[in-house]
């Protein structure tokens, strides 16, 4: 919109707060857009970021990765630390993750700058062009109230089911075995129990197995949130869909096709679940479109 509409942006710090020994990092950023042809001011936006967004703040471990600071004296987890419950379809086997507090936050103070700078941005290009009735930054806080219905409607993963003991035979019948040559003893170790599964202390260890982590998941980029909010804000707006009920068939569909629950659209997408309700979207827009056009009239679709 900016380039459509020959404008130019600069930006400017009104109010910031750096505190590198809390840490505490804020800015309140003005946005100023500028006619390219008469450098006459169009509009101004303002907006703010800060380390304390639970973006920035927190970060999910999962148990292995805790240090000592996180667990208790039997070595397991702090009690008070909040978890989340990961499904990972290649082990078929649920996985818990710890939120913590981010102790390397000093590394995104320039992300929490350009991220106050962009919603500034934003601000000011909506006061320009006069597209708030089309676009929106909130189209998120919608969905909160759609998480505990969706999840109570996900049914929990298959369970394997096991295989059946063989028939004993009776003795007579047993087929005769051919004697097999002992294996030496592997060499204990006195120092660890390790490979037992025990501590040093005898105890059992609540640590997975290396090769039982999941692979890290792709989280959506900023480009395929946005995408998803502008086009939800186009269905909502434009062509009269009902906001609520837009976020209860993409969840649908989302369980229909991945099996997860999301708490949050489009904050909590993967990449790949994020390119699904994006195409679900664009194909909607276009029927909708479409349709409004063949029948002359402005009614909105009835399909997802």
Known sequence: MVKLFGLADTYSVMEQTLDWDKPFFFFQIKCVLRSMKSDKVVSEGMGNCNSMEDRFRWRWLFPNELSAEHMDEAKKPLATLKTKQIYSKQHKRYYTMYRVENDNIHTLVNTILKMGEKRSL?????????????????????????????????????????????????????????????????????????????DKEGRPTE????????????????????????????????????????????????????????AKIPNDLTEEEAKFVMKGLNATIQKAHKEIEEAGREEPPEEF
């Open 207 to 262: 640590k997975p197995p290396e090769e039982e982590i999941p692979d890290a998941v792709v989280m959506a980029t900023e480009d395929q949130k946005n995408s998803i909010l502008g086009m939800l804000g186009t269905l909502t707006d434009t062509y009269e869909r009902d906001p609520e009920e837009l976020v209860k068939i993409i969840h649908e569909r989302l369980v229909k096709k991945f099996g997860e629950v999301r």
């Open 122 to 198: 934003i601000d000011a290009v909506l006061h320009a062009t006069r597209l708030s009735d089309l676009f929106t930054q909130d189209m998120e806080d919608i969905y909160q109230d759609y998480v505990e219905e969706v999840k109570e409607e996900v049914k929990e993963a298959p369970k394997e089911e096991k295989p059946k003991p063989k028939t004993k035979l009776p003795e007579a019948e047993k087929p005769v075995e051919k004697a097999k040559k002992a294996k030496p003893p592997k060499e204990e170790r006195a120092d660890t129990g390790e490979e037992l599964g025990l």
